[in-house]
């Protein structure tokens, strides 16, 4: 069965600067997809990033990109310039194959909170 | 494009009580999911929905949650009689279509507390 493991209950980064945010995963599966989402206090997910397992390039989307290590089977955020608005909860996901196609589960999530 | 709708946003109701959730999808999604999400845990899937056939309810208590989507677009999840540890968001998203690639668009998601 599928796993996802973020070990980082709660993370603090400076205004500016660089943060991450780590993710492992457990999957048999030969191709696979990561996401991230981010859930602001509104409560609403948002997409953020999609890493497919043949991709060639680590994913990057503006300030987000993913440091994905196959071998190690981690998939981690990089927020670069983080600014206050980026304080929320950030969840990392995989969906599943089989019977339950598309479905994604998500691992415990990380509260980050960006200082001034 | 507007995104996935759901109503109410808020929802206290005492136990044993029935709740009804709405949720409206974005316009040409097939796939709809119903997630619950526990206070300080990720979403956990409900039930998924491909067009209006259920697809995977196996993690639906059953015996007091049911869901249903008419016409394959709008969804509606019931709750009855509710119980304390229903207490969670209630989140709903829809895709073009099932599959590894496609992402997930969330709805605000619906705040249910039990009493």
């Known amino acids: 069965a599928q796993k996802i493991t973020q070990t980082q209950p709660g993370m603090f980064v400076q205004e500016k600067e660089a943060v991450t945010l780590d993710c492992t995963y457990d999957?048999?599966?030969?191709?696979?997809?990561l996401f991230w989402y981010k859930q602001p206090s509104s409560g609403e997910m948002i997409f953020l990033i999609y890493q497919g397992s043949y991709d060639e390039q680590n994913a990057t989307e503006g300030r987000y990109s993913l440091n994905f290590q196959k071998a190690r089977k981690s998939a981690n955020l990089v927020i670069s310039a983080s600014q206050l608005g980026d304080s929320a909860m950030y969840f990392c996901a995989m969906p599943l194959s089989g019977t339950s196609y598309g479905k994604l589960t998500f691992g415990q999530g990380t509260i980050l909170t960006v200082h001034p | 494009e507007a995104g996935v709708a759901q109503s109410p946003r808020y929802k206290i109701i005492e136990k044993r009580q029935s709740v009804a959730f709405w949720c409206n999808p974005i316009?040409?999604?097939?796939?709809l999911y119903w997630y619950q999400q526990i206070l300080g845990q990720g979403p956990k899937l409900l039930i998924q929905f491909q067009n209006n056939g259920v697809v995977d309810d196996s993690q639906l208590p059953k015996d007091r949650f049911s869901a249903e989507r008419l016409k394959g677009v709008d969804s509606t999840l019931k709750i009855q009689p509710a119980k304390l540890e229903d207490s969670a968001v209630y989140l709903c998203?829809?895709?073009?279509?099932?599959?590894?690639?496609?992402?997930?668009?969330f709805g605000p998601g619906t705040r249910l507390t039990v009493l």
């Open positions: 998203a829809s895709s073009l279509t099932r599959g590894h690639y496609n992402e997930q668009f």
């Open positions: 316009s040409g999604h097939a796939t």
């Open positions: 999957t048999s599966d030969q191709s696979y997809g």
